[in-house]
C-alpha cells in the first residue's frame, strides 16, 4: 500500500466545473509535489511545495490552483478545465526539497474533461 | 539534448530469466542521484532503487540491481528471476545537485516491460 494517499482516483467533470484533488502523507515528509502524466509519456513537474510554502510553479495556467493548508496535505483546485487536461495527476513526497533520495507517489488520479 | 534517455520503447522476457533496461544520462554536475521507478497499467509510481553519484557500489534492492557506470553515464536496471507481476513501464530519473537544483526529477521517456509465461 501506497503512503501517499490520492483521492479522488477517478473524476469526471465538465469544462465549467471546479473540483479538487487532494493528496495526504503521514511520513513527516516537507516536500510535496504534483505531477500531470499523459498516456504512455513520462509524469511532468506541475508544482513544489517545501515546507508549506510554494516552491516551484513550472508555468502551469492559473486554472489549476495549488494550496498546501498543512505538512500532511496538499489540494490541487481545478476551474474552468480544457479537454487537453485530461490525464492521470499524480502527487509525491519527499524528506524535504533538498533531499538526495527519492521521492515516493501516489496511486493518483484519473481526471477526465468532457 | 535529452538528460536522460530510454532507448528501448518495448521489452520482452520469459518468466524466470534475468532483464536488463537500459539508461543513459547527461550531467555536468558531480553530484545527482538516479532513480527507477515501476508503474503498472493501474498507475502508481513506485520507487525500486536508488544510486547516489559518489556511491562506490551498485545498488541493489531484492530482485533490482543498478548496474552502474559512471565513466559511460549509464545506469542499467537489472531485474533478475522475472515474475509476471514486473510487467510495467520503467522509467529512469535523475536529479542533479544536492541542494541547489533540489529535489527536482528528470525523466526518461519508459520502457514497457512485458513478462511472458
Given at each position: 500500500?501506497?503512503?501517499?494517499?490520492?483521492?479522488?482516483?477517478?473524476?469526471?467533470?465538465?469544462?465549467?466545473?471546479?473540483?479538487?484533488?487532494?493528496?495526504?502523507?503521514?511520513?513527516?515528509?516537507?516536500?510535496?509535489?504534483?505531477?500531470?502524466?499523459?498516456?504512455?509519456?513520462?509524469?511532468?513537474?506541475?508544482?513544489?511545495y517545501s515546507y508549506e510554502k510554494l516552491s516551484?510553479?513550472?508555468?502551469?495556467?492559473?486554472?489549476?490552483?495549488?494550496?498546501?493548508?498543512?505538512?500532511?496535505?496538499?489540494?490541487?483546485?481545478?476551474?474552468?478545465?480544457?479537454?487537453?487536461?485530461?490525464?492521470?495527476?499524480?502527487?509525491?513526497?519527499?524528506?524535504?526539497?533538498?533531499?538526495?533520495?527519492?521521492?515516493?507517489?501516489?496511486?493518483?488520479?484519473?481526471?477526465?474533461?468532457? | 539534448?535529452?538528460?536522460?534517455?530510454?532507448?528501448?520503447?518495448?521489452?520482452?522476457?520469459q518468466e524466470k530469466e534475468a532483464v536488463?533496461?537500459?539508461?543513459?544520462?547527461?550531467?555536468?554536475?558531480?553530484?545527482?542521484?538516479?532513480?527507477?521507478?515501476?508503474?503498472?497499467?493501474?498507475?502508481?509510481?513506485?520507487?525500486?532503487?536508488?544510486?547516489?553519484?559518489?556511491?562506490?557500489?551498485?545498488?541493489?534492492?531484492?530482485?533490482?540491481?543498478?548496474?552502474?557506470?559512471?565513466?559511460?553515464?549509464?545506469?542499467?536496471?537489472?531485474?533478475?528471476?522475472?515474475?509476471?507481476?514486473?510487467?510495467?513501464?520503467?522509467?529512469?530519473?535523475?536529479?542533479?545537485?544536492?541542494?541547489?537544483?533540489?529535489?527536482?526529477?528528470?525523466?526518461?521517456?519508459?520502457?514497457?516491460?512485458?513478462?511472458?509465461?
Open positions: 500500500d501506497t503512503e501517499v494517499t490520492q483521492t479522488p482516483k477517478h473524476l469526471v467533470m465538465g469544462m465549467t466545473n471546479k473540483k479538487s484533488l487532494k493528496c495526504e502523507q503521514h511520513m513527516g515528509h516537507r516536500a510535496m509535489y504534483w505531477y500531470k502524466q499523459k498516456a504512455k509519456k513520462p509524469p511532468e513537474l506541475m508544482f513544489v516551484i510553479n513550472e508555468s502551469v495556467p492559473s486554472r489549476f490552483s495549488p494550496e498546501c493548508p498543512n505538512s500532511s496535505l496538499l489540494n490541487l483546485h481545478l476551474h474552468a478545465l480544457q479537454p487537453e487536461d485530461s490525464a492521470l495527476y499524480l502527487c509525491a513526497s519527499s524528506q524535504d526539497f533538498g533531499y538526495v533520495g527519492p521521492q515516493h507517489f501516489g496511486d493518483g488520479t484519473r481526471l477526465s474533461i468532457l | 539534448a535529452q538528460k536522460i534517455t530510454q532507448t528501448q520503447p518495448g521489452m520482452f522476457v536488463t533496461l537500459d539508461c543513459t544520462y547527461d550531467t555536468s554536475d558531480p553530484s545527482y542521484g538516479l532513480f527507477w521507478y515501476k508503474q503498472p497499467s493501474s498507475g502508481e509510481m513506485i520507487f525500486l532503487i536508488y544510486q547516489g553519484s559518489y556511491d562506490q557500489q551498485n545498488a541493489t534492492e531484492g530482485r533490482y540491481s543498478l548496474n552502474f557506470q559512471k565513466a559511460r553515464k549509464s545506469a542499467n536496471l537489472v531485474i533478475s528471476a522475472s515474475q509476471l507481476g514486473d510487467s510495467a513501464m520503467y522509467f529512469c530519473a535523475m536529479r542533479e545537485g544536492l541542494t541547489g537544483g533540489g529535489n527536482k526529477l528528470t525523466f526518461g521517456t519508459g520502457t514497457q516491460l512485458k513478462v511472458e509465461l
